[in-house]
């Protein structure tokens, strides 16, 4: 069992932290009862205060961590600003918690559409009616863009607007937590090493 593995610390092979994670994400689908891919998104502003917020995970693989939003909002202009990040997985049902911490490039245009075009179509108009993390002036304000933009786009595709797209970590540490009992947790980091592989470490809880 990969737990059991967790415990001792032995892991050799170079994708094991995404095979980890993939198998924790999977039983988080099935014990969470809302959005086991909400995960909790760090970011450093320009004048290096910090910012979190929860977000949802849209995909992953051995590049890194993605998810979405307007690049205008506040975190969009934290990260690409500081082009880094940081993640926090908490799954209470499972006692189980996960860390990433990377440099965050953009994803391609591809991409983007791709998972843009997956979307509700009135998530679809959002994107283009929210002017996100900006004051908004009444709620009456949102309502009538959210109008003008269902009216513009009634017939047809909705285009993926230029400042809506998405972010992937590029994790260089990725810790698990496992709770045990008495507080004597189990936490092991994957790190990146100079080859591209990883290494590992336990840490006391």
């Known amino acids: 069992m990969i737990d059991d593995r967790l415990k001792s610390g032995d892991f050799t092979e170079r994708d094991e932290p995404y095979r980890l994670f993939a198998e924790w ?3 988080a ?3 969470e009862p809302n959005d086991p891919n909400a995960v909790a998104l760090a970011t450093v502003d320009a004048d290096g205060m910090p910012n979190v917020r929860m977000v949802l995970l849209k995909g992953f693989d051995e590049r890194g961590f993605v998810f979405y939003t307007n690049f205008e909002s506040a975190k969009g202009r934290e990260i690409l600003g500081a ?6 997985f908490h799954w209470k049902s ?3 918690q996960v860390r990433v911490r990377g440099p965050v490039e953009q994803v391609s245009d591809e991409e983007a ?8 179509r009135g998530s679809r108009i959002g994107a283009w009616a929210s002017k996100q993390s900006r004051p908004l002036e009444s709620r009456f ?22 400042h809506w797209s998405g972010f992937r970590i590029l994790p260089q ?8 009992p008495f507080r004597l947790h189990d936490r092991v980091v ?15 809880p």
């Open 94 to 96: 499972l006692r189980r």
């Open 113 to 120: 559409d791709a998972y843009y075009a997956s979307r509700p």
């Open 83 to 88: 082009r880094k990040a940081a993640m926090c």
């Open 141 to 162: 304000a949102l309502e009538k863009a959210v109008a003008e933009y269902t009216a513009r786009y009634a017939i047809g595709a909705i285009p993926r607007p230029d």
């Open 190 to 204: 994957f790190s990146r090493s100079a080859d591209g592989g990883w290494q590992t470490k336990r840490l006391y």
């Open 173 to 180: 540490t990725i810790e698990f937590w496992h709770d045990r």
């Open 29 to 31: 689908g099935q014990s």
């Open 25 to 27: 994400l999977e039983d």
